[in-house]
């Protein structure tokens, strides 16, 4: 995809040839300036989707912004009688609410372990299925159907297999004569292991279709240069294909890390959070605090502070293929 | 003294094609020698040149470097380098990782590598661009680091596939200029692809022409478009190319449909006789060996490619262009010795002797 870019102005041949001289005459003459402008009828065919779209995201956003400097509770009368309170619901949050603040750790490690898993999984998968090998078609279809389920379906159906007599433990009995079995919602760490072994089943699959996709469509050329230049397979791998994969990786983590930083469905359906609140992602939390104590101000600052911490972090991501995308040049 | 390069009646048979892509086909080149593999797509250079650098097996035959077999080794153990028609840089390095790259996946000393490097970007002049990222660069600076990134591993052979192609006019003259120094300067042996024929005229001591998989002839730049050996070469090279007319001699007059022409020094039987456009000269109505109608002018700066049409046949020559021909005049065509070529009908081979129009018709 690189390179394809690259070259293609020179494939024009002649027709570009002054462009080394000369500057370049604007590719498209400025066509005459559609009506936009200058026809208000357009404009105002579009209202009532901007009105729809203003009432729905824009005003919910502004109030519950409003709502986390304030105390409000929902069986305390109306927002407007509320007390402000300023900044005092954040600062609870990041400085006392140990819970809160062990959420977003935990939160954050869930998002590590999973996406370096599901990414080493999916990478290893998509470049088996770069060869051709009997029933490839049918594995294809089969490993893609993961993330089609819906969440809560696959969070109950994990929920059945990890109960402390149910399919896991008896194929952990089975096969390799465990004794004491593990009950997997009664202990910590366990019960971790079995929310990230549900995530990395779910989504590997993404990771797989996205890094497949960028694999296939990596140029032969650079590759074969590679080979004639002595390289072994190994090293066109990992200096040669996986750099030229560079946006496509960081694009497949950057969906995958928004999606993991808000995950609740999963968690809900296995643990609860529990034992305790040694499964408790952010957003679970945030649920509890707005829905089983009604804090919903507090909840909403909660909220706020998620949102602040996932622009920063997929940014973060988006960093080095920035460039890359906004500008078009690969 | 051994050839550089050997092909020994070398042949690739795609699976489930009946039709050798390349067709037992023999080739030296010297050392220090230029050759360009010249032909339309799909003549089976490129499949040749994958060959000989091993990214194919051959279906059989043999290819030798410095006379050792090299079709066992591997592509990436046989020193031969080979630059991509696009390139192929890798885009996500800089152009000092780049032409390290072929030394150091080898595992070679960082010094020596830094040493190669420095070297081989004096050579090509690009020391103030080593930092810089191969994706900011333009279609020559591409193609040098392309070069350089083989040149760095000291190739005993460097193949180039359509080296010029993808530059624009002034870049390629550059190109053009800069191929052949560095070819003189580190005497390298050379082998390009190509289907230009100007660049093979340019760039190659000698021109192997190919054509559905066959070698047709391999001669010098210099003298392989007075000389063409097969009919194909004929009609292929020279810009316009000679025409073809396939008729039959009988009785001193080559005859094809209502076309005649009596001729001298030229067996009985069917020819096709090859008429050189640079050769022929246009004369006043009824004088020289033919009349025709001009039916095209193609202005071209110092000179007019032309076509006649003669009882039917379309011949093609190019004068000067002071003579302002006019389309649709009626014109005498003159046919000077060494203006005709005479090929075997059955071989496509060319004829010995000197086919010249009979002193009759002059």
């Known amino acids: 995809m690189s390179d394809s870019a690259q070259i293609a102005p020179m494939h024009s041949g002649p027709a570009t040839g002054a462009a080394a001289l000369a500057p370049p005459p604007p590719a498209h003459p400025p066509a005459p300036r559609a009506p936009r402008a200058r026809k208000p009828a357009l404009r105002f065919l579009t209202l009532p989707g901007n009105v729809i779209s203003l009432l729905v995201l824009v005003v919910p956003l502004l109030v519950a912004l409003y709502m986390s400097f304030t105390d409000w509770s929902p069986t305390g009368g109306s927002l407007l009688e509320a007390s402000f309170v300023g900044l005092e619901n954040y600062a609870e949050l990041l400085v006392y609410d140990t819970r809160f603040v062990e959420a977003v750790g935990r939160t954050l490690f869930l998002a590590v372990v999973c996406l370096s898993l599901e990414f080493t999984l999916g990478l290893g998968l998509a470049v088996i299925f770069l060869r051709e090998f009997r029933g490839k078609s049918m594995l294809f279809s089969a490993f893609l159907t993961p993330m089609m389920i819906l969440p809560v379906v696959v969070g109950y159906t994990f929920w059945m297999l990890f109960q402390s007599n149910g399919p896991v433990n008896q194929l952990l009995g089975a096969l390799i004569g465990m004794q004491n079995v593990p009950e997997w919602f009664r202990s910590a760490p366990f019960a971790m292991l079995a929310v990230i072994v549900t995530e990395v089943w779910h989504w590997t699959p993404l990771f797989f279709l996205i890094l497949l996709s960028g694999l296939n469509a990596v140029p032969e050329n650079p590759v074969r240069a590679a080979m004639i230049l002595g390289a072994s397979p190994r090293q066109i791998f990992f200096r040669v294909v996986l750099p030229m994969l560079k946006p496509v990786i960081v694009v497949a983590f950057v969906i995958r890390g928004m999606e993991i930083l808000k995950l609740f469905d999963e968690v809900f359906m296995l643990t609860r959070g529990g034992p305790g609140s040694s499964t408790e992602t952010i957003s679970l939390y945030i649920y509890k605090l707005a829905f089983n104590d009604f804090q919903l101000a507090y909840g909403a600052a909660g909220a706020f502070l998620v949102l602040i911490g996932t622009l920063i972090v997929i940014n973060l991501m988006l960093l080095p293929v920035r460039d890359q995308l906004v500008k078009g040049k690969a | ?362």
């Open chain 2, 1 to 362: 003294m051994t050839p550089k390069l050997s092909l020994r009646q070398l042949s690739k048979v795609y699976p489930g094609s009946e039709v050798a892509a390349v067709d037992r086909i023999d080739l030296d080149v010297q050392p220090g020698e230029t050759l360009a593999l010249l032909g339309s797509s799909g003549c089976g250079k490129s499949t040749t040149l994958n060959m000989i650098v091993g990214l194919e097996q051959p279906s059989s035959g043999d290819i030798q470097i410095d006379g050792q077999s090299i079709v066992a080794t591997p592509a990436g153990k046989r020193n031969v380098g080979l630059v991509f028609q696009d390139y192929a840089v890798f885009t996500s390095m800089s152009v000092r990782q780049n032409l390290a790259f072929g030394l150091s996946v080898k595992g070679r000393p960082k010094a020596e590598i830094a040493r190669a490097v420095a070297e081989t970007a004096e050579l090509l002049g690009m020391r103030d661009k080593l930092d810089a990222r191969a994706q900011d660069l333009g279609g020559s600076e591409l193609q040098r680091v392309a070069i350089g990134r083989t040149l760095v591993t000291r190739p005993s052979l460097l193949l180039l596939d359509e080296p010029l192609s993808n530059l624009e006019t002034a870049a390629r003259l550059a190109m053009r200029r800069e191929l052949r120094r560095l070819q003189k300067e580190i005497g390298l042996t050379i082998v390009y692809v190509t289907h230009d024929q100007i660049e093979a005229l340019s760039l190659a001591d000698r021109i192997a022409v190919m054509s559905a998989g066959k070698i047709r002839q391999v001669e010098a730049a210099t003298r392989i478009m007075d000389n063409p050996a097969h009919v194909f070469v004929a009609s292929f090279l020279g810009d316009p190319p000679m025409t073809l007319i396939r008729g039959k001699v009988g009785g001193g007059v080559f005859r094809a449909d209502g076309f005649a022409l009596p001729l001298g020094d030229i067996p009985e039987g069917i020819v096709t006789l090859g008429l050189r456009p640079q050769a022929l000269r246009l004369v006043a109505p009824g004088e020289g060996a033919l009349t025709g109608r001009l039916s095209q002018v193609e202005p071209r700066g110092a000179e007019a490619a032309l076509t006649l049409d003669c009882a039917g046949k379309a011949i093609r020559l190019l004068v000067p262009a002071q003579t302002r021909p006019v389309p649709g005049e009626t014109c005498g065509l003159s046919i000077p010795e060494g203006a005709l070529v005479a090929f075997d009908g059955d071989t496509n081979l060319r004829l010995p002797g000197a086919p010249h129009v009979a002193e009759a018709a002059r």
